[in-house]
């Protein structure tokens, strides 16, 4: 990479190349082993479980993602749809096309850690598999300065398929929203490969609840929701779940959720979207940083 002067401002040239090779790198390290806060929530479920199957299945989870780690193989079979976000410095140029780099990097990495590929050319006609897990869905967004990050996630479509997306009208409130999420969870059972972690997004457009509720999944579960009111919300949205006594892998137990979080943002007058992503315990995302 270089910088280049252009406009009496310092561009930093980029090549492609070395995103394409991180994206391969970061296939693999998300598919392997838990994030640390991840580590953490399983010990802290296991520490407060009062029953031997539960605290057997979480003991299992735990020695699943030793091995996996140790051994370099995916935590589970089912190695997910990747999603990646951008942030892109207003002050970068690409040498390259970014997207296909990206691209190319979730194929290199399927191929290179013998992650099982999951993608489908057409959704409802042949429906052939692409082999390489390709294309992964994208998401931009420029931000100041002269760096890049990408946040990418693996989500496998046990839990995926167990989302919701709702409509909800503003007479609904909080109640509404609350019913919904919980119901969402409820149905979703052992299904979601739980304890699970829930993204709600609320407000926006209906595309862009769902958007936040995904995105929300990237928070470190240890994170605190920098609005109170939220926060509050989450505590006791996930204290609701948890009194479901759905548990590790639907055999009951304390521990249903590991986290709520939710993403507020502005809506229009007349509506309420709200949108749930769940995920499976091993939330499996890492970051590239350039």
Known sequence: ?????????????????????????????????????????????????????????LEMLKDNAAVAKEQRIPLCQDTGMVTVYTEIGQEVHFS????????????????????RASVVADPLFNRKNTGDNTPCIIYDSIVPGNSVRLKLCTKGFGSENMSALKMLKPSDGIEGVRDFVLQTIGNAGPNACPPMIAGVGIGGTFDYAAYLAKRALLYPIDSINPDPKYAALEEEWKKA???????????????????????????HI????????LCCHASRHTEVIL
């Open 1 to 57: 990479m270089r910088s280049l002067k252009c406009y009496n401002t310092y561009m930093r040239e980029i090549n492609v190349r070395e995103i394409e090779d991180k994206v391969c790198e970061a296939a693999g390290t998300m598919a392997f082993s838990y994030t640390k806060d991840i580590q953490n929530s399983i010990d802290a479920a296991i520490e407060k479980e009062t029953q031997n199957n539960c605290r057997m299945a």
């Open 96 to 115: 390259g096309n970014l997207h296909e780099a990206i691209i190319n990097g979730v194929a290199e990495g399927t191929k290179k850690y013998l992650l």
């Open 241 to 267: 779940a948890d009194d479901m006594h759905i548990g590790t892998m639907g055999l009951g137990g304390n521990t249903t959720v590991l986290r709520i979080r939710i993403e507020p943002f502005p809506t």
């Open 270 to 277: 007349a509506g309420l979207p709200c949108a749930v992503n």
